[in-house]
């Protein structure tokens, strides 16, 4: 069935570094656009990111430009969201979805927490 | 990347109707037809309800309905079901390539 499933969270220090993934499965990965997008502990949702089918074009949102990179492996149906210079207000659940939007297909998330 | 502007909170009975309204600008909801509409239960991942402002994905129940005025969204729920008791987003493209969700309203079933 169509899925996505996040990997990559865990605890990291102020100033660190993560690499969050996501493998697609259940479609054709290269036909759609891919975001990310995250959901602070007991907050709502806040757009990330998003990257074309083809890698061509990006956005990031303006509090992660500069510091966050989206990329996507279309060989590998993989999706990924390179975050450097952590801070605490990173802290989140991060979903990968499927659309620019619509956002019709969720993962489950993966908690990322930021704290010394 | 100012985020849309919903009700905190709305509640209704069994059998009701409620209205959740998505206030944007005119760079955002007023200027596109591409608002989208998320329904979330506590610990699970967002649902996409409404896109399009108004279309409704497959599997998702025509108690559901979306609309726009102005700058202005609406999500309306019809025949309240305690299943529908969830926290409910809207979401709007915002110019600039930028993508922009509105702070969430939950729903109350009473």
């Known amino acids: 069935q169509v899925q996505l499933v996040e990997s990559g969270g865990g605890l990291v220090k102020p100033g660190g570094s993560l690499r969050l993934s996501c493998a697609a499965s259940?479609?054709?990965?290269?036909?759609?656009?891919m975001s990310w997008i995250r959901q602070a502990p007991g907050k709502g949702l806040e757009w990330v990111s998003y990257i074309s089918s083809s890698s061509s074009y990006t956005n990031y949102a303006d509090s992660v430009k500069g510091r966050f990179t989206i990329s996507r492996d279309n060989a590998k149906n993989s999706l990924y969201l390179q975050m450097n210079s952590l801070r605490a207000e990173d802290t989140a659940v991060y979903y990968c979805a499927r659309g620019l939007p619509p956002f019709d297909i969720w993962g489950q998330g993966t908690m990322v927490t930021v704290s010394s | 990347q100012s985020a849309l502007t919903q009700p905190a909170s709305v509640s209704g009975s069994p059998g009701q109707s409620i209205t959740i309204s998505c206030t944007g600008t005119?760079?955002?909801?007023?200027?596109?037809?591409?608002v989208s509409w998320y329904q979330q239960h506590p610990g699970k991942a967002p649902k996409l309800m409404i896109y399009e402002g108004s279309k409704r994905p497959s599997g998702v129940s025509n108690r559901f309905s979306g609309s726009k005025s102005g700058n202005t969204a609406s999500l309306t729920i019809s025949g309240l079901q305690a299943e529908d008791e969830a926290d409910y987003y809207c979401?709007?493209?915002?110019?600039?390539?930028?993508?922009?969700f509105g702070g969430g309203t939950k729903l109350t079933v009473l």
């Open positions: 979401c709007s493209y915002a110019g600039s390539s930028s993508v922009v």
């Open positions: 259940g479609f054709t990965f290269s036909d759609y656009y």
């Open positions: 005119s760079s955002d909801v007023g200027s596109y037809n591409l």
